[in-house]
């Protein structure tokens, strides 16, 4: 009997000394590397989206009552302990190679367990590259060109749309207009930059023309950063499109604009990816000549009508950093969200189970900030459940305009001519 009892209590101490070192061991951060454009042509709109994922980062770690998303109530973690997410950032200056020597520092040297990043296409293809010979999930919140996730990587993950999806929406929005407003469009033009993103964007847009019934009258790809369109704007005025997709960075956007306008090119409506977002340099930039573009997009705040949480999270993000949020910012906040909730339902920092998380992460429309039926993420790691909405810029402001359901405002097509306004 003695001896029964002197092994009780050897269990006993034994499992109170693993518990102990488990309690001494218990992991107090978790590391995310952040790589985005901080400085360069791209820089404004990647800091940016950086203070997205800081937004995202501070709802996680701090407590807050009343905010209706994941893992606000507690601080921290639950699943590890009340673990506190801590960003790791790199400056990848729009370079694929800066992208690629970015992300293999962040894995190797700081330690991270997974990557968010990383805007530009181009960017995200490299950075990628390195995640997945690491085997380190990759959360791509905005990247938007199709191929990222036709590669058959296993650790990559995207939660917004890829450019099919967008310029698939240009083609729908359009038919919506004939079909439901009377509009006449039939002449499209094709207007992209050279660089991954851009060259997807084009490829993508003339098939869809081709399905959809339209005439491409002119496609045109120009070397992005260029500061000469007068050439390009000429050949489109003369080729006299109804409509215009464009595969355009926000410097060349504004460019666009301002050539169009100094070359007197009048055209039925501007369908814009990407550049068009960034609200905080484009619309102060060109002011009333950027009113009645459109572009595709993810989010809007005058959506927060029709879901609170969107004027919650924005009024946040403003007394933080001074502006509104765009839909570049809501994309990297939703992105870096969902990855955190992936962790958490991991339980671990452990690779392979953030991976498995991630691949069977399902988040409702009540869990975020986009017009969203929620997160799901297929077998190339793609969210089909993103969509895509249209806004038109109107008095400096965003306004969403399709799908019609949606709109806070009557689409105005075609725009008004340069002579009008």
Not at 123 to 147: D, G, V
Not at 375 to 391: H, R, S, T, Y
Request: net charge negative; aromatic share 10%.
């Amino acid at each position: 009997m003695k001896k029964l009892y002197l092994a009780m209590i050897v269990i006993l101490v034994m499992v109170c000394f693993v518990g102990f070192i488990s309690v001494s061991y218990a992991i107090e951060e978790v590391k995310i590397g952040v790589i985005y454009p901080l400085t360069g042509k791209l820089g404004p709109a990647g800091s940016d989206m950086v203070k997205g994922i800081e937004l995202a980062t501070e709802l996680v770690n701090s407590k807050f009552e009343g905010i209706s998303l994941p893992l606000t109530e507690t601080e921290g973690l639950p699943n590890l302990g009340g673990a506190k997410i801590k960003l790791e950032v790199e400056d990848h200056e729009g370079s694929p190679e800066k992208a690629l020597s970015g992300a293999e520092r962040l894995i190797s040297q700081n330690n991270v367990v997974a990557l968010l990043g990383a805007y530009a296409s181009s960017c995200s293809a490299t950075a990628s590259q390195a995640a997945e010979r690491h085997q380190i999930p990759y959360m791509c919140p905005a990247s938007s060109s199709p191929t990222l996730t036709e590669r058959g990587f296993k650790w990559f993950f995207r939660t917004s749309p890829h450019d099919g999806l967008f310029v698939g929406a240009f083609y729908k929005f359009l038919d919506d207009l004939k079909e439901k407003k009377g509009k006449n469009i039939e002449r499209v033009a094709i207007f992209c930059e050279d660089t991954l993103f851009g060259a997807d964007v084009a490829k993508i847009a003339e098939k869809y023309a081709k399905e959809h019934g339209y005439q491409v009258v002119a496609k045109i790809i120009f070397p992005t950063g260029t500061n000469d369109l007068s050439s390009e704007v000429g050949k489109l005025k003369a080729a006299k499109p109804d409509a215009m997709v464009n595969g355009t960075y926000v410097s060349d956007q504004i460019l666009l604009m301002k050539t169009a306008k100094d070359l007197d090119f009048d055209i039925g409506g501007m369908l814009n990816s990407s550049g068009w977002i960034d609200n905080s340099i484009i619309l102060p930039t060109l002011k009333e000549d950027g009113d009645y573009t459109i572009s595709r997009d993810v989010w809007s705040l005058d959506l927060a009508g029709k879901k609170p949480i969107i004027a919650t999270i924005n009024k946040m993000y403003k007394e933080r950093y001074g502006t509104d949020m765009n839909g570049n910012i809501a994309r990297a906040f939703t992105g870096a969200y969902a990855l955190f909730v992936g962790i958490n339902n991991a339980g671990s920092t452990e690779n392979v189970a953030i991976q498995k998380a991630l691949q069977n992460l399902s988040m409702s429309a009540d869990e975020l900030i986009m017009p969203w039926p929620g997160i799901q993420l297929d077998e190339a790691g793609q969210n089909f459940k993103a969509i895509p909405i249209m806004v038109q810029v109107k008095d400096m402001a965003y306004h969403t305009v399709w799908p019609f359901e949606l709109a806070s405002m009557e689409v105005v097509w075609p725009m008004p001519n340069w002579s009008e306004r």
